[in-house]
């Protein structure tokens, strides 16, 4: 007991309050870091790619840069080490939302991620609680909207443009062999025209769609209700080191 | 002056439907007369005694005409019954107000009532139709079978850890509450000794177990009319269906003890073995005989008739062999449905899918309405034994312990569900739980010796499912409304929403892999991957089968599109649901790069020209349809189908020719696919008749084969037309011009081949369109 074993804590109690987990889910991630990183603070592109059950994903690339992407993270550079310090408000939810506006400029990706980026990324899959209001529940399927969005648009010009798309699709039926391949340029394109048509109903001969925006996308995507979709189930139970006794959230 | 034409209509209506039942009474009486043992049938009696008179071997006059109701009566009256049935189906569609207030299911058990109520005054004796054999066997399977083959699975399997607590937990936590507390309520009259203090605690038990379990046929025919979210139909109707393992321990326990009289602990811990036993020995066997169907359907591609009877033998024979052990037959027989449709419709043909998914709901549907029929029918007839205690506590109990039971559930399962359940949820879910026919069909089953109280607990079931299905089923559609709970969906699902469905599938399997923890998604990836592995490759017949769904998915879609744009009759429409001006050029990017081949160099076309172009031809199309159809009225044999069929036929080569120019122009592409896949084949055929709504000049049964460039059914229309066409398209003015019959031999064969729809003519796929 002491201050090398509070400082940890404190970090991880800032953590909850800024990315809206749980202290027990933050100690489980927080595990799982060390493990993947070999102990140490960071981890980098090798160390995730290295996960044997993700080599059957198609979409492995795209997962592993979204965990790397520059633009969605204030600073990089302060992975290696030290105490983060984020100079902005504290609001539960909306504080990744008003970061990635303000980074929006940022392109490239990182080498190294610190646990912060980690667990930033992860809270992207939270799943929506009981208490929250509709507005909360809207703020929250549109972070979710954006982080797929930028995992989209490869070079962060704001849009996601008909080469990007054809991308997307083609890696989705990457291990479907030759049929894949034939139809994933087809699909693109209908789905590109679908997006068109359904945002900008009249367009002439001559106009040019120039790529799906944020705005488009979210109302496409409408009928899914992300919110309630895209999150995954967190540990709350450390299950090595069980411990009854005290709620520490 | 509104009303009144509407009044009259109800009146008509309501007399229609009198007089069929008076129709169906009157029929009956004389033949059930003639059925009854002690009577004779009079033709019979007569041939008897002129046999009687001629011992002698004398020449008597050969019988020209004689009746001989008892050779067919058995199935006469089954025949007499289903029509019955289906002429009630209709009968209520004449009067729409009444079935948009009251649901199906309360009508026809006033239907049946009413039968009922003429057989008995009629003076005969009513057929035990609810009896274990034909309900069971007949009139069961074949709902539960369209349940579980049209189940849908994603949404199931999400749910289905809620859904096991609601049908296991829920139903015991039901049946010992209201056995219990109904037996307290028993013994507790101080004053007056009735006969329920006869009433021991087993009986109690078995009866509640009896009366405890939701009811699937109750549950369809409700939720079908009140569209609520996927989310609760799921719920309840997944509870409905895999409560009957539970029920069906329980019943066979309380009963086999109930004349010891005593339920040790062992016999409970066997209970509880045997309902494990029960429930997945009825799926196991249900997945054999599923996978067995797959097997089979493989092989079936040079009989392609016989394929809807290899679903329907499989499906029936898993629920007869998990009914042979006492095992759950409708979990078997849901299994067996859920497991083989994949596999199934990958391989056989598109008139076997629809086959199969229309012989399908004719049978649900018209057991459906028999089923209520004979409740009604039943309920006139059945030994009542009417003790307003007894009847009024069971309600009481039934409704309470159901509202205790789903919220104290929920609260648990709000504890491990990520997408809670609110209140209103929670309210729905307890008031939808209907009660039906299967309780009163094992209350039938009891045997009088063993359970003296049996008259009364049938009559307490027929209050209960008659509260229930009356009651809840009249008052859950307003109250839907009222809460303003939330509706299904509608909304046909577009490919974006498709590709960011798998999309997503894989990003929350790649990130629950980097979290280290194998959850949901984890164990679905690993399932749908060996599916494909090893599953499918066994399966399904041979490659074109195994697309992946996102494939599959867009090429429906794809026919779906250039068959809506047929039948519209002109005009060509982007493939989006709005109408838009927006064309494959305008997303292509505009300045192509250099290394790209020359095809994809868009053309760029004059501003109004391709307008001017669109215009020109559907005007020439509307002039076509105006010359043909003055024509038609004077040249050619006046045959109506004729007549339509020709002028649709010209109407869609023009289509044809038009959209081939667009395409050439604006460069779409579609995919070149290799032989049709079976969903290509399938989404030839379109939705179903309920999404589908015929114009007014179009003949719904027609089939082109219009994106499909290598079959060679279009090739041959193409050509037929091509040379016809070109010669057309400088008339342009004059519009089509019909010729006289002996000038145009060709088209005349053509449209005369098309009339005929006959089994010749209308051949399998793989035999060319014209001879």
């Known amino acids: 007991m002491g201050a090398s074993q509070t400082r940890p804590e404190h970090r991880h109690q800032d953590l909850a309050d800024r990315t809206g987990f749980s202290l027990e889910q933050i100690k489980n991630l927080h595990k799982r870091f060390q493990q993947l990183s070999g102990d ?95 507005e909360e529940k809207e703020a929250m399927r549109r972070e979710k909207l954006r982080f797929l969005f930028n995992m989209h648009d490869t070079d962060n010009d704001g849009t996601i443009t008909l080469v990007e798309y054809r991308k997307v699709v083609e890696e989705l039926l990457s291990k479907s062999g030759s049929i894949g391949q034939e139809a994933a340029e087809a699909i693109a394109d209908a789905a590109m025209l679908e997006v068109a048509s359904t945002n900008v109903p009249t367009m002439g001969p001559d106009d040019f769609y120039e790529g799906i925006t944020f705005e488009h996308f979210e109302q496409i995507l409408k009928g899914l209700e992300m919110e309630s979709r895209m999150h995954i189930r967190f540990l709350d139970v450390d299950t090595t080191t069980m411990r009854c006794g005290k709620s520490t959230s | ?126 057929p035990p139709v609810l009896d274990s054999q034909s309900f069971f066997l007949c009139l069961l399977p074949p709902i539960i079978l369209d349940a579980g083959y049209f189940l849908p699975i994603r949404p199931f399997m999400e749910n289905l850890g809620t859904i096991l607590m609601f049908a296991v937990v829920g139903t015991l936590w039901n049946a010992f509450f209201v056995g219990g507390l109904l037996y307290a309520v028993c013994q507790i009259q101080p004053g007056n000794p009735s006969d329920l203090h006869n009433l021991e605690l087993l009986p109690c038990l078995l009866f509640a177990s009896i009366i405890s379990a939701v009811d699937p046929v109750a549950v369809l025919a409700v939720f079908e009319e009140i569209h609520i979210n996927e989310l609760l139909h799921i719920l309840v109707f997944g509870e409905s269906l895999l409560n009957d393992a539970v029920t069906v321990v329980l019943y066979h326990l309380f009963e086999e003890y109930s004349g010891a009289g005593t339920v040790t602990i062992l016999d409970g811990v066997l209970g509880v073995i045997s309902f494990l036993v029960v429930a997945l020995g009825g799926v196991l066997v249900g997945a054999i005989y599923g996978f067995l169907a797959a097997f089979t359907s493989r092989f079936t591609s040079h009989v392609r008739v016989i394929e809807p009877l290899f679903v329907f033998v499989y499906s029936y024979m898993a629920y007869l062999s998990a009914e042979m052990f006492h095992l759950s037959g409708i979990m078997a027989l849901i299994a067996c449905g859920a497991v083989m449709r994949p596999y199934v419709e990958a391989n056989i043909s598109h008139k076997s899918h629809t086959t199969i998914k229309y012989f399908l709901k004719m049978w649900s549907s018209v057991s459906e309405t028999l089923i209520f029929i004979f409740l009604g029918v039943a309920t006139v007839d059945g030994p009542h034994s009417w003790n307003w205690t007894f009847v009024t506590v069971t309600v009481l109990l039934c409704l309470v312990s159901r509202v205790i039971g789903v919220i104290g559930l929920t609260f648990v399962i709000n504890k491990f569900r990520i997408v809670k359940l609110t209140t209103k949820d929670q309210f729905i879910v307890a008031y939808g739980g209907l009660r039906g026919a299967i309780a009163f069909s094992l209350g039938f089953l009891l045997e009088e010796k063993h359970f003296p109280m049996r008259d009364m607990f049938l009559t307490a079931i027929i209050t209960v499912i008659f509260f229930t299905v009356f009651v809840q089923g009249m008052t859950i559609k307003p109250l839907v409304e009222l809460l303003a709970v939330k509706k299904k969906q509608e909304a046909k699902r577009t490919i974006n929403e498709e590709i960011h469905t798998q999309f997503l599938d894989h ?144 109407k869609k080569q023009k289509i044809i020719e038009l959209e081939k120019k667009i395409i050439h122009m604006n460069n779409l592409t579609l995919p070149a696919a290799p032989p049709d896949s079976p969903t290509l084949c399938r989404a030839r055929l379109a939705s179903d008749p309920q999404a589908y709504r015929p114009k007014r000049d179009s003949v719904p049964t027609i089939q082109v084969d219009l994106a499909s460039p290598q079959s060679p059914d279009s090739v041959n229309l193409m050509d037929e037309f091509r040379a016809n066409g070109s010669r057309r398209e400088e008339e342009e003015d004059q519009g089509l011009t019909m010729r006289p019959r002996g000038e145009d031999g060709r088209r005349e064969q053509l449209t005369r081949c098309l009339s005929d729809p006959g089994p010749s003519a209308d051949e399998d796929e793989d035999e060319p369109f014209l001879p």
């Open chain 2, 1 to 126: 002056r509104h009303g009144h034409a509407g009044a009259r209509r109800v009146c008509r209506g309501l007399l229609l439907l009198l007089v069929l039942v008076l129709l169906e009474g009157s029929v009956v009486f004389p033949l059930g007369a003639a059925s009854s043992p002690d009577v004779d049938p009079r033709g019979h009696s007569e041939d008897r005694a002129v046999a009687e008179e001629s011992q002698n071997y004398s020449k008597k006059a050969f019988p020209v005409l004689s009746l001989d109701y008892h050779h067919i009566h058995v199935p006469f009256e089954i025949a007499l019954w289903v029509l019955l049935a289906s002429l009630m189906k209709l009968g209520f569609h004449l009067i729409p107000r009444l079935s948009s207030i009251v649901p199906e299911s309360c009508l026809l058990i006033v239907v049946g009532l009413l039968v009922g109520g003429f057989i008995k005054l009629a003076g005969e004796k009513v």
């Open chain 2, 507 to 650: 990003l929350l399997t790649g990130i629950e892999d980097i979290c280290g923890h194998y959850g949901h998604h984890h164990w679905k990836d690993k399932l749908n991957r060996i599916n494909k592995k090893y599953v499918k490759k066994c399966l399904i017949a041979d490659e074109r089968g195994r697309e992946p769904q996102l494939i599959a998915f867009y090429h429906k879609m794809e026919m779906k599109q250039a068959i809506e744009l047929v039948e519209s009759g002109g005009g060509f429409k982007p493939p989006s649901a709005l109408p838009s001006t927006v064309s494959m050029q305008n997303i292509q990017p505009k300045k192509p790069a250099a290394a790209k081949p020359v095809q994809r160099a868009l053309p760029q076309l004059p501003k109004g020209r391709e307008e001017e172009i669109r215009t020109i031809l559907r005007s020439n199309l509307q002039r076509t349809r105006q010359r043909l159809r003055s024509y038609n009225r004077h040249t050619l044999v006046a045959d109506p189908y004729e007549e339509g069929f020709s002028d649709f036929i010209i």
């Open chain 1, 40 to 134: 140490e603070d960071t981890i980098s592109k090798e160390n995730l790619e290295s996960i044997p059950t993700l080599a059957n994903n198609p979409i492995r690339k795209q997962i592993i840069g979204a965990f790397f992407d520059k633009s969605a993270f204030a600073e990089c550079l302060l992975a290696a080490g030290g105490a983060p310090h984020f100079p902005y408000r504290h609001q539960r939810g909306f504080i990744l939302f008003g970061l990635r506006n303000q980074h929006r400029g940022e392109a490239g990706s990182c080498d190294q991620i610190g646990f912060e980026q980690f667990l930033m990324v992860m809270s992207h899959f939270r799943p929506p609680t009981l208490k929250m209001t509709a």
